[in-house]
């Protein structure tokens, strides 16, 4: 009987398993097996070892993809992290036309990547933008600035540009986590005397670990994976100055149409990747048994 | 009183299903044979310029409706091109026909042989004009794709504003379109030259400059690179750079320009010099003709070591996948017929490719079209002197030479450090397929 009902659950499970395993597994696995061949677009492929991991890595826009990729992901997850929490507080409160800026908030999450970054890439333009006209006419600046063709500004406006679209799915998390704190908890430490800070260190912010931790999980991998600020605002530029992994995949598999090369950059980035997760895991996890 | 409804069995139903379906089967052959029978044919054609797409479009609906086809036509944007085509070959779901990207797609053998319509149109129109046989050929003498234009870029000037500096147009050198750009223009509101060195293949134009100066990448052959034997050469290029560089004639931002940002700098009266195909002169005759006559249209300045001005074109393919490839032959042959394209090179920024179109009236109506005869009867192929490859290819979409300008100007480093940097770039692209 037990076997029977097992054989059952198996059988049920199975349709699942095989999704899983050819959305999931299979596309992994070929690319994996794409980051040891020299398939290009149309070919095959031929297994060749290491040679694309030795080609790559003696890339010289890989090692400035390596670090523009962490500072791009941990700078922009720190801003959107900031600027998210300070906007759910600001909407927890029981302020006039709340539920107006609330869907207000959602707006540029909503728009597509493509209008958002072209419309920030005109606000940069140190010809006809908005930002320079702005600076200009108040006198704060003599001379324009061409905030993502130097250097030295380049990666932090994609990252104001990118934290911009993307805080509000921070804000309106965080504000659903804030709105299942009991108002009590909050009666009580008032009746204590505690101060604004000293409620959101030991009520709200506990309330919220769980949230913050998907969040942050999620939102570390999506913006490590992100393209279309890189590819939209800079293509990479000035030089490597914002040239992230995932323009030089598309790059070398899209440009050049040698995916064997794209994928092995894209499995090199890939213990990266782990590694940035299982920090933010890990930091949270040790917050929440604290 | 109603009678109880009777509930069919399940054994029931799948027979009265079936029933049904073999009945709906048996009648279909009467019901719609001609859509059955019409062939199928995938067309992805370019997009750019709005009026030239369109009559291409225009022109092969008409044609399928007289040749009874079932055309689907989809407009795709050089840039989507690559990964779009590269997703369905991947998942084996193909156009018949594409506009873009042949050279690449020929290299690794995806389309189909079509020397015999090469042949073809060579005899009936004329031959072909300028290097098209040079683009179009290969070593064994086979041809997988048929031009139908040529376009390039040229020195667009804004003559108004070089004549009131006192100077005659065009510049002759490179060297004097630099004096001429600091002469003309007017800071802050209109710079000398809106030229892009980014990380965009438009900033190759300046492989070209460097070329005029009497290097090149790599050997006859196009398999070993021979960047370092020029070096002096380089120097003297980089010495004309670092001038433009300092003189402040390239407007800020250059550096991150994509390759619509020269056209809209223009457009807006913001740069004397630009170097562009006429597409830009197509949009101003409709949009700012006031502009366009202040425009002039001339072949590139030239270097110390003469003139390099290379051409590009469009061209049409086969994919060697086609189900349909006698009809798809046919649609590459029509679409060559000269009164066709007398109507499609009036709105276009396509240059003649066979010699039956030198006499079109287009080409005497309008000034700008002038620069586009010279281009089409001299240019020569993309990278000359260098072999047009798949190395110089890819090192021409690795922006190779505008990113060691950029080492330059943006990361301060020194001639040395840069140049080294690219040869060892190059070297490790051609090596890939010097095999």
Not at chain 1, 235 to 246: L, Q
Not at chain 2, 70 to 81: A, G, H, N, R, T
């Amino acid at each position: 009987m037990r076997t029977r009902e097992s054989l059952g659950g198996m059988a049920l499970l199975a349709p699942t398993l095989l999704l899983l395993l050819g959305l999931v597994l299979y596309p992994f696995c070929y690319a994996i097996w794409l980051a040891f061949s020299d398939k290009t677009v149309g070919s095959p492929g031929q297994y060749v070892g290491l040679r694309n991991f030795i080609y790559v890595l003696s890339w010289p826009q890989f090692s400035a993809a390596v670090t523009n990729t962490i500072v791009f992901t941990v700078s922009a997850v720190a801003i959107k992290f900031v600027l998210g929490m300070a906007v759910a507080l600001v909407l927890n409160q029981r302020i006039r036309a709340r539920n107006f800026f609330r869907a207000f908030l959602l707006l540029p999450w909503v728009m597509p990547a493509f209008v958002v970054y072209l419309v920030w890439r005109w606000l940069y333009d140190p010809l006809a933008g908005l930002i320079n006209y702005a600076l200009l006419d108040i006198g704060v600046i003599a001379s324009p600035i061409a905030f993502l063709s130097d250097r030295s500004t380049a990666m932090g406006s994609v990252v104001v540009a990118h934290a911009w679209r993307n805080f509000p799915f921070y804000a309106i998390s965080f504000l659903a986590g804030m709105q299942t704190i009991s108002q009590e908890l909050y009666d009580s430490a008032q009746v204590d005397g505690a101060s604004r800070i000293r409620q959101f260190r030991h009520i709200t912010l506990p309330g919220l670990y769980h949230i913050i931790g998907v969040v942050l999980l999620l939102t570390t991998i999506q913006t490590a994976n992100a393209f279309e600020p890189i590819y939209l605002l800079t293509g990479g530029g000035p030089s490597d100055a914002t040239m992230v992994y995932t323009m030089l995949v598309y790059v070398m598999g899209i440009m050049n149409l040698r995916l064997g090369e794209a994928a092995a950059v894209s499995t090199l980035f890939l213990p990266l990747l782990v590694g940035l997760v299982l920090v933010v895991t890990m930091l949270l996890q040790k917050k929440a048994n604290a | 009183m109603a009678r109880p409804a009777i509930r069919p069995t399940r054994r029931q139903f799948l027979k009265t299903s079936a029933a049904v379906a073999v009945g709906a089967g048996a009648t279909r052959p009467f019901g719609t044979p001609a859509l059955a029978q019409r062939p199928k044919l995938v067309y992805w054609c370019y997009q750019f310029l709005k009026s030239s797409d369109d009559a291409r479009a225009n022109f092969a609906q008409e044609w399928a409706k007289k040749n009874n086809v079932d055309l689907q036509i989809s407009m795709v944007p050089l840039k989507e091109f690559l990964p779009k085509i590269t997703a369905a070959i991947e998942a084996k779901a193909t156009p018949d026909i594409i506009e873009s990207d042949a050279v690449e797609l020929r290299a690794r053998g995806q389309l189909l042989d079509v020397t015999d319509i090469y042949k073809k149109l060579e005899k009936t129109y004329g031959g072909w004009v300028g290097n098209s046989p040079k683009i179009m050929l290969e070593p064994d003498g086979r041809v997988h794709h048929i031009m139908y234009g040529f376009q390039g870029f040229m020195l667009m000037s804004r003559d108004d504003l070089v004549k009131e500096a006192g100077l005659t147009p065009p510049p002759a050198t490179w060297v004097d379109m630099l004096a001429y750009a600091k002469k003309a223009q007017k800071l802050p509101r209109i710079f000398g030259m809106g030229i892009p060195v980014s990380n965009q293949t438009d900033s190759q134009v300046w492989e070209d400059m460097m070329k005029s100066y009497g290097a090149r990448l790599a050997d006859e052959k196009g398999k070993r690179i021979v960047l370092g034997d020029y070096k002096p050469q380089v120097w003297e290029f980089l010495d004309f750079f670092t001038e433009v560089w300092k003189a402040g004639v390239l407007p800020p931002g250059v550096t991150t320009w994509d390759n619509t940002m020269n056209n809209s700098t223009y457009q807006s009266g913001k740069a004397v010099f630009i170097l562009n195909p006429i597409t830009l002169s197509l949009w101003l005759e409709e949009n700012n003709p006031e502009l366009l006559a202040k425009t002039g249209h001339y072949t590139y300045p030239k270097g110390p070591k003469g003139l390099i001005q290379p051409v590009t074109f469009g061209s049409r393919a086969i994919m060697k996948y086609t189900k349909v490839p006698d009809l798809a032959k046919q649609f590459l042959w029509d679409s060559m017929e000269p009164g066709k394209m007398d109507r499609e090179h009036g709105v276009s920024q396509w240059g003649p490719v066979l010699k039956a179109y030198l006499g079109f009236d287009v080409w005497k109506k309008k000034p700008f079209m002038k620069g586009l005869i010279d281009l089409s009867l001299r240019g020569e192929p993309q990278g000359y002197p260098d072999v047009f490859n798949d190395a110089w290819r890819e090192q021409h979409t690795n922006t190779t030479i505008s990113r060691m300008l950029q080492r330059l100007v943006v990361d301060n480093w020194s001639r040395d450090k840069a140049f080294v940097e690219a040869l060892d770039v190059l070297g490790k692209i051609y090596s890939k397929y010097a095999v």
